[in-house]
């Protein structure tokens, strides 16, 4: 049996990215190596003194936990060593992080990453992952990176993915040809091609929404749940319901098995609890890749969204074709409210 690895993967298909070949290579290939760090991190999270919360808040005024600061600096390392990166926007720092060293400074390329996602599952041995972004930067080569490198239309990233902590551990991740995913194999400590050419099934029978905030949803919203939970034999219904709380695996079983996942807006969240830049968009580039759509529910298309700010949140309606369109149009009959 021959296995493909992930290095060997991105080295064949380097010629299919429009820039300098080995670049992107490279830049992928450090985000996999501390994927691999944080993941022996996750394993023995039950383990080592590391669980729990680190007692500092981050900007958004959440707690962070241990895990969330390791992840971080462990991928910031990663990127500032790789040379093509010059700089990275991140859940957990408030502003930027510009590299200043040389080698840094030229680099071509940005990251908007979260670096530990679901982070409430951490405790509990629940799946969490880590969700990443890049750019070309738009600021000249051999200067700090700035803001404007990040706030970029989605559409502009050049590639996409992200890690699953789960049962197992698996790379995803787009380049705009495709999406294919890579399961870790902990014998030999590689991410193997495991599922070639990811498809999003166009429609399917799963929804993942947090019903505890229904009271608060919009109308359009409540009208679509309902219409999952009806019966109607010729289109599966009643649908099935399934929320982790991890966008990462919410977002992994429904692309794999075809499903809709939505973060509406809430009287809590105004404007959606998802982050745009590391968490929405490079969601919206894999299941664009892998056919399925990505809006913010009113017919908006996620990638098309211009950042103003490097946290900014937007509702979120990601996964099948035929199932995101529908929930568009429950939402669009019924307005804002
Ligand atoms: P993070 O752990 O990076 O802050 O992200 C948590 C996010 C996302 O993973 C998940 O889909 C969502 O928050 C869950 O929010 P609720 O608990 O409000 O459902
Ligand atoms: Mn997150
Ligand atoms: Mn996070």
Redesign the pocket.
């Known amino acids: 049996m021959s296995v493909i690895t992930l290095n060997e993967f991105i080295i064949e298909r380097q010629s299919d990215f429009p820039y300098a070949k080995g670049e992107l290579t490279r830049l992928l290939s450090h985000i996999s190596i501390a994927a691999k760090i944080v993941n022996r991190e996750v394993n023995k999270a039950g383990l080592v003194d590391i669980l729990g919360e680190s007692g500092v808040s981050n900007i958004q005024g959440?707690v962070q936990k241990k895990l969330d600061v390791y992840a971080n600096d462990q991928f910031l390392m990663a990127l500032k060593s790789s040379a093509e990166c010059c700089g990275v926007a991140s859940?957990e720092n408030e502003d930027i992080v510009a590299f200043e060293g040389e080698i840094a400074r030229n680099g071509k390329y940005v990251v908007a990453m979260?670096p530990?996602?679901?982070?409430?599952n951490i405790d509990t041995n629940v799946s969490i992952g880590t969700i990443f972004a890049i750019y070309r930067r738009i600021s000249p080569v051999g200067h700090l990176a700035t803001r404007a490198d990040f706030l970029q239309e989605g559409a502009k990233q050049v590639a996409a993915g992200y890690i699953i902590y789960g049962s197992s551990t698996m790379m995803v991740y787009t380049t705009g040809r495709g999406v294919n995913g890579f399961t870790l194999d902990p014998s030999i400590g590689e991410f193997c091609l495991s599922h070639k050419n990811i498809e999003s099934p166009t429609s399917g029978t799963i929804y993942s929404i947090?019903e505890?905030?229904y009271i608060k949803f919009p109308t359009g919203v409540k009208n679509y749940l309902k219409y999952c939970q009806e019966k109607d034999e010729p289109t599966n219904r009643p649908y099935t319901s399934r929320?982790i709380?991890?966008?990462?695996a919410?977002f992994h079983r429904n692309l794999l098995k075809g499903g809709i996942f939505i973060?509406p807006i809430t009287e809590q969240n105004p404007t959606g609890?998802?982050r745009l830049l590391y968490?929405c968009n490079p969601m919206a580039f894999i299941i664009e890749q892998a056919g399925g759509k990505a809006s913010d529910g009113y017919e908006t298309r996620i990638l098309d969204i211009h950042p103003d700010s490097l946290h900014q949140r937007v509702p979120l309606f990601i996964g099948s074709w035929n199932m995101v369109e529908n929930a568009e149009r429950f939402v669009a009959e019924n307005g804002n409210t």
């Open positions: 959440e859940e979260d530990l996602d679901g982070s409430s947090n505890g905030n929320y709380g991890s966008l990462v919410d973060y609890k998802l968490e």
